[in-house]
């Protein structure tokens, strides 16, 4: 996903990624034994731009409640959302608490949702965050769980979640105490809500959400019902008034912030608030429950009632969160490996669980794609389709471990097709934001197809993706260059920066996978047209570099070309935030045909070492993190594809605020993770293989549907000299799907050398 860094800034935050977190919280101090659930950290990934949030959430959850702490003139945070590039709401280097956020993205690059931020002070009212914002002391987390204390007024801010609705609760001082809601900041770019008070503790409104990534028209609409359990003292609005010329003389409050406390009504605006004041006695606890919907008031209270039913405890709904993110982590058993490997993996199979995420209501209804109507499901409906990303290796993961999921999701994207008439690029809450390049939906839907789902139209899936592959370019919003792609079997450079290798490599391993649909459905003419498409990155070989580089409209290559130019996210010719060396093998569905172009495999391997040793590999972006992979295509190589891939998992993934190399990009980092320390790899999207690699551990438990996939280690090493499937020999360190989850054992033979 997006991640225009600045240099000075990401060296500068990674050498200060090794900053203590606060530990996740041990559960554990009665010596019971751990589950998967205790070993997750969320603090991992809240620098070093992973973008990830420490708050609570349940898995797949709409719902997120997550400390914001990137705003107000504080010598106390290092990174404010309104100085630089900043797409999250909490920063662990960051100390100056201005509210907690409700309904976050994890591990983006652009900023967007983090509103709704709800803050408890005490003294005298204040509604200016600089001044009413607080140091955070003492810091927990755990699934589902987050706590902390704020220094400047003594109160404790404890938190959980249930899917749609979040239960915080707050210990205050004696004294005047207060209950500030703040709908004109948030990390979202939009502006403009709408709040009423109900009663003397009830709250409802809405707040305009959207303009993720340049896209100004996407926006859409959060609703929400705040709701205390006890009734205010006091209660009113406060709203920033805009300055005045003259008749500032009749209005003292002009460019100021105005506290309402005579109105009762509604009141709307780009800048407004409400809050509640009670007068508390020492240690006592406030409780607050919120439930939010994207379709109305209504369904957000509907949200809440059935989630929150009426003497439901805190303590109860936070152990149910726990108890669910602890069966959806047990899927995967892991034994040997450091605290600190099961840490990590853990906390990467967590982050892999939050997005997508479900959309629907209780009561099914949901916003339709691009549209004002009002749809409704009986399964989940799931959005956050950052498919760029997670078309690499997440969704895939969903399709072993969940596949009932994985095809929910599916029949999410063709609802999509029904509603808007195109499959998702970036779905963001039914708006299509159309970030980043490609058609990543096709390797997605084909991926899941030749795995064995069968839960969805596959004609109806075929149609769409057939579709984006062929519409001309003019009325492609998927495919906006497909004219001269159709024409040419490359996209040509219409400006410098115009990032045409990268949609063009995107389109070969999207038409390779529609190649393969297509045969599967009896579709032949079709095979070999898209087959033939998707060999087209041939076009772009520079044999003078040994790289791929632009092609100009005139039919030559762009001089003056340098293959390291794009390093450090600087602007590139023709690539996307990465250089040529980044790109070039970026061929997964024809690795043998590129080693061909390179001269032969001596060659290939000779130039794809370089790409690591001359430190032209990137971990924190997508088109070549399946590099490491490539070398077991060629038999005698596995080795270097092990030794790679243990060196990456311990520089880069660690068990500190920084152990995500860059964004976590809705869990695709983290799903390389998964599957890295496990042992194997999905390396070509929309084929269904694996490449196998050296795990982590001694051995690892799946628990797929129906029976359990056991793999284990024996001997001592890194290096893999042979795998056994169920006691027999495998001739290949590559493998297919069907093969793998129908075997029982598989057992990886180490040793120190290769």
Same mark, same amino acid.
Request: glycine content about 8%; some cysteine; overall charge negative.
């Given at each position: 996903?997006?991640? @225009?860094?600045?240099? +000075? $800034? #990401? !060296?500068?935050? *990674? =050498?200060? %990624?090794?900053?203590?977190?606060?530990?996740?919280?041990?559960?554990?101090?009665?010596?019971?034994?751990?589950?998967?659930?205790?070993?997750?950290?969320?603090?991992?990934?809240?620098?070093?731009?992973?973008?990830?949030?420490?708050?609570?959430?349940?898995?797949?959850?709409?719902?997120?409640?997550?400390?914001?702490?990137?705003?107000?003139?504080?010598?106390?945070?290092?990174?404010?959302?309104?100085?630089?590039?900043?797409?999250?709401?909490?920063?662990?280097?960051?100390?100056?608490?201005?509210?907690?956020?409700?309904?976050?993205?994890?591990?983006?690059?652009? @900023?967007?949702?983090? +509103? $709704? #931020? !709800?803050?408890? *002070? =005490?003294? %005298?009212?204040?509604?200016?965050?600089?001044?009413?914002?607080?140091?955070?002391?003492?810091?927990?987390?755990?699934?589902?769980?987050?706590?902390?204390?704020?220094?400047?007024?003594?109160?404790?801010?404890?938190?959980?979640?249930?899917?749609?609705?979040?239960?915080?609760?707050?210990?205050?001082?004696?004294?005047?105490?207060?209950?500030?809601?703040?709908?004109?900041?948030?990390?979202?770019?939009?502006?403009?809500?709408?709040?009423?008070?109900?009663?003397?503790?009830?709250?409802?409104?809405?707040?305009?959400?959207?303009?993720?990534?340049?896209?100004?028209?996407?926006?859409?609409?959060?609703?929400?019902?705040?709701?205390?359990?006890?009734?205010?003292?006091?209660?009113?609005?406060?709203?920033?008034?805009?300055?005045?010329?003259?008749?500032?003389?009749?209005?003292?409050?002009?460019?100021?912030?105005?506290?309402?406390?005579?109105?009762?009504?509604?009141?709307?605006?780009?800048?407004?608030?409400?809050?509640?004041?009670?007068?508390?006695?020492?240690?006592?606890?406030?409780?607050?429950?919120?439930?939010?919907?994207?379709?109305?008031?209504?369904?957000?209270?509907?949200?809440?009632?059935?989630?929150?039913?009426?003497?439901?405890?805190?303590?109860?709904?936070?152990?149910?969160?726990?108890?669910?993110?602890?069966?959806?982590?047990?899927?995967?058993?892991?034994?040997?490996?450091?605290?600190?490997?099961?840490?990590?993996?853990?906390?990467?199979?967590?982050?892999?669980?939050?997005?997508?995420?479900?959309?629907?209501?209780?009561?099914?209804?949901?916003?339709?794609?691009?549209?004002?109507?009002?749809?409704?499901?009986?399964?989940?409906?799931?959005?956050?389709?950052?498919?760029?990303?997670?078309?690499?290796?997440?969704?895939?993961?969903?399709?072993?471990?969940?596949?009932?999921?994985?095809?929910?999701?599916?029949?999410?994207?063709?609802?999509?097709?029904?509603?808007?008439?195109?499959?998702?690029?970036?779905?963001?809450?039914?708006?299509?934001?159309?970030?980043?390049?490609?058609?990543?939906?096709?390797?997605?839907?084909?991926?899941?197809?030749?795995?064995?789902?069968?839960?969805?139209?596959?004609?109806?899936?075929?149609?769409?993706?057939?579709?984006?592959?062929?519409?001309?370019?003019?009325?492609?919003?998927?495919?906006?260059?497909?004219?001269?792609?159709?024409?040419?079997?490359?996209?040509?450079?219409?400006?410098?920066?115009?990032?045409?290798?990268?949609?063009?490599?995107?389109?070969?391993?999207?038409?390779?996978?529609?190649?393969?649909?297509?045969?599967?459905?009896?579709?032949?003419?079709?095979?070999?047209?898209?087959?033939?498409?998707?060999?087209?990155?041939?076009?772009?070989?520079?044999?003078?570099?040994?790289?791929?580089?632009?092609?100009?409209?005139?039919?030559?290559?762009?001089?003056?070309?340098?293959?390291?130019?794009?390093?450090?996210?600087?602007?590139?010719?023709?690539?996307?935030?990465?250089?040529?060396?980044?790109?070039?093998?970026?061929?997964?569905?024809?690795?043998?045909?590129?080693?061909?172009?390179?001269?032969?495999?001596?060659?290939?391997?000779?130039?794809?070492?370089?790409?690591?040793?001359?430190?032209?590999?990137?971990?924190?972006?997508?088109?070549?993190?399946?590099?490491?992979?490539?070398?077991?295509?060629?038999?005698?190589?596995?080795?270097?594809?092990?030794?790679?891939?243990?060196?990456?998992?311990?520089?880069?993934?660690?068990?500190?605020?920084?152990?995500?190399?860059?964004?976590?990009?809705?869990?695709?980092?983290?799903?390389?993770?998964?599957?890295?320390?496990?042992?194997?790899?999905?390396?070509?999207?929309?084929?269904?293989?694996?490449?196998?690699?050296?795990?982590?551990?001694?051995?690892?438990?799946?628990?797929?549907?129906?029976?359990?996939?056991?793999?284990?280690?024996?001997?001592?090493?890194?290096?893999?000299?042979?795998?056994?499937?169920?006691?027999?020999?495998?001739?290949?360190?590559?493998?297919?799907?069907?093969?793998?989850?129908?075997?029982?054992?598989?057992?990886?033979?180490?040793?120190?050398?290769?």
């Amino acid at each position: 996903m997006y991640k @225009p860094f600045i240099l +000075s $800034l #990401l !060296l500068w935050s *990674t =050498a200060v %990624a090794a900053t203590a977190a606060p530990a996740a919280s041990p559960a554990t101090t009665d010596g019971s034994v751990k589950q998967a659930v205790d070993y997750v950290n969320p603090f991992i990934g809240t620098t070093n731009f992973g973008t990830c949030n420490p708050g609570a959430i349940c898995p797949r959850g709409m719902m997120s409640v997550t400390p914001f702490n990137v705003m107000g003139d504080s010598k106390a945070n290092v990174i404010n959302k309104d100085s630089l590039w900043w797409s999250t709401p909490y920063e662990i280097r960051n100390r100056f608490l201005t509210g907690f956020a409700h309904v976050n993205l994890s591990g983006v690059g652009c @900023p967007e949702l983090g +509103s $709704l #931020l !709800l803050m408890p *002070t =005490a003294g %005298a009212l204040d509604v200016d965050y600089n001044r009413y914002g607080s140091v955070m002391g003492t810091e927990k987390a755990t699934p589902g769980y987050y706590c902390v204390d704020l220094k400047k007024y003594g109160i404790n801010c404890e938190f959980t979640a249930t899917p749609r609705t979040s239960r915080e609760r707050f210990t205050y001082p004696a004294g005047e105490s207060h209950l500030l809601l703040n709908l004109g900041e948030g990390l979202t770019n939009e502006s403009g809500a709408t709040v009423r008070f109900v009663n003397d503790h009830e709250l409802e409104g809405s707040k305009l959400l959207g303009t993720f990534c340049y896209n100004p028209q996407a926006v859409f609409p959060i609703y929400f019902v705040v709701r205390v359990n006890r009734s205010s003292d006091r209660h009113g609005y406060w709203k920033q008034m805009r300055p005045m010329g003259a008749e500032a003389q009749w209005d003292s409050t002009a460019g100021k912030r105005k506290i309402y406390t005579g109105y009762g009504r509604e009141i709307s605006g780009d800048d407004i608030g409400a809050w509640l004041t009670f007068n508390t006695h020492e240690g006592e606890q406030v409780e607050v429950s919120v439930g939010v919907s994207f379709v109305s008031i209504a369904n957000a209270r509907e949200n809440l009632d059935r989630e929150q039913p009426a003497g439901t405890t805190f303590e109860q709904l936070a152990q149910k969160a726990k108890a669910d993110w602890n069966r959806q982590l047990s899927r995967i058993e892991v034994e040997g490996g450091t605290e600190d490997q099961r840490t990590v993996f853990y906390t990467a199979l967590y982050h892999t669980l939050i997005h997508p995420n479900i959309l629907q209501d209780c009561n099914g209804q949901y916003p339709m794609m691009e549209s004002d109507s009002i749809g409704r499901t009986s399964r989940n409906r799931y959005t956050v389709f950052s498919l760029w990303d997670t078309y690499r290796n997440l969704h895939q993961l969903v399709t072993l471990l969940w596949p009932d999921v994985q095809t929910d999701m599916l029949n999410s994207m063709l609802a999509m097709y029904r509603e808007h008439g195109w499959l998702p690029k970036w779905e963001l809450y039914s708006r299509e934001t159309y970030t980043m390049e490609g058609d990543p939906a096709i390797p997605v839907m084909v991926d899941s197809w030749l795995k064995g789902l069968r839960g969805f139209d596959v004609n109806l899936a075929y149609e769409a993706m057939r579709k984006g592959a062929t519409t001309p370019g003019k009325d492609n919003p998927l495919r906006p260059d497909n004219d001269d792609y159709m024409r040419l079997g490359y996209v040509p450079m219409e400006s410098q920066y115009d990032n045409s290798v990268s949609h063009a490599l995107e389109y070969y391993v999207a038409d390779n996978a529609l190649s393969i649909i297509a045969d599967s459905l009896g579709h032949r003419a079709d095979a070999r047209l898209f087959r033939k498409r998707s060999l087209g990155y041939k076009h772009y070989y520079r044999k003078a570099f040994g790289t791929l580089c632009p092609i100009t409209k005139e039919g030559r290559f762009y001089d003056p070309f340098n293959p390291k130019q794009g390093e450090n996210f600087e602007p590139s010719p023709g690539f996307h935030e990465g250089n040529a060396w980044n790109y070039t093998f970026f061929v997964p569905h024809d690795v043998m045909g590129l080693a061909k172009l390179m001269g032969g495999q001596k060659q290939f391997v000779q130039r794809l070492q370089k790409v690591f040793d001359d430190g032209n590999f990137d971990p924190a972006n997508e088109p070549d993190i399946a590099y490491p992979y490539l070398f077991s295509r060629f038999k005698g190589e596995e080795w270097r594809t092990q030794k790679l891939t243990r060196e990456l998992i311990d520089k880069y993934f660690t068990n500190t605020p920084g152990g995500i190399p860059g964004n976590d990009d809705t869990g695709t980092m983290s799903a390389w993770a998964v599957f890295t320390m496990m042992g194997f790899y999905p390396d070509c999207p929309g084929e269904p293989y694996y490449t196998f690699t050296s795990p982590v551990f001694d051995a690892v438990t799946l628990h797929l549907p129906g029976h359990d996939l056991r793999l284990q280690t024996v001997g001592e090493g890194v290096y893999v000299n042979r795998i056994l499937v169920d006691g027999k020999p495998l001739n290949s360190f590559r493998v297919g799907h069907q093969l793998l989850v129908g075997a029982k054992t598989l057992t990886f033979e180490r040793s120190t050398a290769h």
